[in-house]
């Protein structure tokens, strides 16, 4: 959400998102852990919902011992915007 508002406040509006590109996301996990990529099936899902078939996009998801202020995922996204 965070992230949604971000965009928001930089473009004046989430319709100028011409596509979401990519979004590599870090997961605060145990040395055990190892499905990353389902912790962000959220946010990818959560993409496509707002934007449709324009949030579709490429990722990653990287395991970590810890993040800043103990959050528990970091994520950077990087969209096309149109002018």
């Keep these: 959400m965070q992230l949604l508002r971000s965009i928001r406040d930089h473009l004046g ?3 100028r998102v ?3 590109v990519k979004a ?5 996990s145990a ?4 499905d990353q ?3 962000i099936h959220g946010f ?3 993409m496509v919902e707002i934007f449709g078939e324009r949030g ?3 990722r990653s998801a990287i ?11 970091e994520i950077e996204l990087i969209v096309a915007v149109r002018g």
Excluded: C, I, K, Y
Aim: aromatic share 6%; hydrophobic share 40%; glycine share 2%.
């Design 13 to 15: 509006d989430l319709d």
């Design 18 to 20: 011409e596509r979401v």
């Design 24 to 28: 590599l996301a870090f997961v605060n």
């Design 31 to 34: 040395d055990d852990f190892h």
């Design 37 to 39: 990529p389902a912790v």
């Design 44 to 46: 990818s899902d959560l």
């Design 56 to 58: 579709r996009h490429a």
């Design 63 to 73: 395991g970590t011992s810890n993040l800043p202020m103990n959050q528990p995922v």
